[in-house]
């Protein structure tokens, strides 16, 4: 059967434009309100907002491949606005097919030109497939099921349906091609990716874990107050299954406890109060679920433990992205940075280098973050992958000793 497409290209071009237009308010929508979900973890009452959390996980990647799937409808009239008569019969091909054979399997039969939304690959069956653009005869070993080269690991043997390690997989796979460093495997997704802010370089580093666990803070030495310790020590005394460590608080250069200054006044480590007192605002707290939020001024360190938070650090500059809204200050020149950001507990956006309050905040409300906020730096940025150090530090040096830590694990 032959279909018409013929129509006025003007029109189609139009089309594609209120699509985009369309996405882009739906993509608005579901992140301030999942924004505003994530913050109900600081005043919830009772002891299911897990439960409610990861229940509307779900909700939220539907909703988001809904809005993929609008940009995709989108990508298909501009083409067509160019002539591309054939794809658009190939589509509605794929479409007819999708009542028949199931729509996977159409799925898997799309094939778009270079720059289009969507490519033929099955990752799952053919995991080497991710590393097409850095294939070379030596430093790479194929296995069953497994792909390794110097900077890529993946392991697709174990990952289960329905993970959020899975759902990443197939909702960020676009990531791989240009990933400097990947991991993936059944308890992790992690690509590192040179990129530039405001036209400055530094590293967006994508993580997400199945577990909250996997994201924990770490004091210098493993203890806090003990003195300083560089990022690559950490990562080699915490072990091989520590697969990124990032520099965190400000520190007194004394004993390496958290320098407290502004509106920092409390500090909790490991779940325990090390610094009373009540919240100054600027705080930044990671709690039992894998939640990274600001700590509300005037709460004291106990209710925080009391609601589940299991490390602060303390950060001085202004927060980028608070509840889903951008709420920099002011907008400060580049300066050599660690800025950690959620899209939701347990999926994660890090960047580390050169960026601006405003163009880190842009940046990462683009990938969809709801929080957003600097830690430690300058000399102190330190952003380290199994072991090895990442980044090029500032100081003439090299890489600073400092006092605690954020972690992934596997």
């Known amino acids: 059967m032959a279909y018409d497409f013929t129509a006025d290209s003007e029109k189609q071009v139009q089309l594609a434009t209120d699509l985009r237009e369309c996405a882009t308010d739906f993509d608005e929508g579901v992140s301030e309100l999942y924004g505003h979900i994530d913050g109900l973890s600081s005043t919830w009452k009772g002891e299911d ?163 909250p666990s996997q994201i924990f803070g770490e004091p210098a030495n493993g203890q806090y107050g003990s003195g300083l310790e560089t990022a690559t020590s950490a990562a080699k005394r915490l072990g091989s299954g520590t697969v990124l460590v990032l520099n965190g608080s400000h520190f007194s250069y004394e004993n390496g406890t958290e320098d407290l200054k502004g509106a920092n006044n409390i500090v909790i480590v490991n779940g325990e109060v090390k610094t009373n007192g009540n919240a100054g605002g600027m705080e930044i707290c990671l709690d039992k679920n894998g939640n990274l939020f600001n700590a509300t001024p005037g709460t004291s360190a106990q209710e925080l433990v009391n609601n589940g938070v299991v490390y602060t650090f303390s950060s001085h500059d202004s927060h980028l992205i608070s509840n889903g809204s951008k709420t920099y200050e002011h907008q400060d020149d580049a300066y050599n940075s660690t800025v950690i950001a959620q899209k939701a507990p347990c999926d994660y956006y890090f960047l580390t280098g050169s960026t601006s309050n405003y163009g880190a905040a842009d940046y990462l409300y683009d990938k969809g973050c709801t929080f957003a906020k600097s830690m430690d730096q300058g000399g102190s940025v330190s952003l380290v992958y199994n072991g090895e150090l990442v980044n090029t530090p500032t100081d003439s040096s090299g890489e600073r000793a400092i006092g605690d830590f954020l972690c992934i694990t596997d």
Not at 87 to 95: K, V
Not at 100 to 122: L, Q, R, V
Not at 150 to 172: C, E, F, M, P, T
């Open 49 to 211: 907002y897990t439960a409610f959390q990861e229940g509307t996980y779900g909700y939220k990647i539907a909703l988001k491949d809904l809005e993929e799937s609008i940009n995709l409808f989108a990508n298909h009239f501009e083409r067509l606005s160019s002539g591309t008569e054939t794809l658009a019969n190939e589509l509605m091909s794929i479409i007819l097919n999708a009542t028949e054979s199931g729509y996977a399997d159409s799925c898997a039969a799309i094939t778009m030109p270079s720059n289009g939304a969507a490519k033929t690959a099955s990752y799952r069956n053919d995991p080497s497939s991710l590393f097409a653009s850095s294939r070379s005869s030596s430093g790479r070993t194929n296995l069953s099921g497994k792909t390794i080269t110097d900077k890529k690991y993946i392991n697709l043997d174990n990952i289960k349906d329905g993970s959020r390690v899975a759902l990443a997989l197939n909702d960020y796979s676009s990531e791989l091609e240009n990933a400097e460093y990947v991991r993936i495997d059944d308890n992790i997704y992690m690509t590192i990716t040179p990129t530039t802010v405001d036209g400055n370089k530094c590293y967006l580093t994508h993580v997400v874990v199945n577990d």
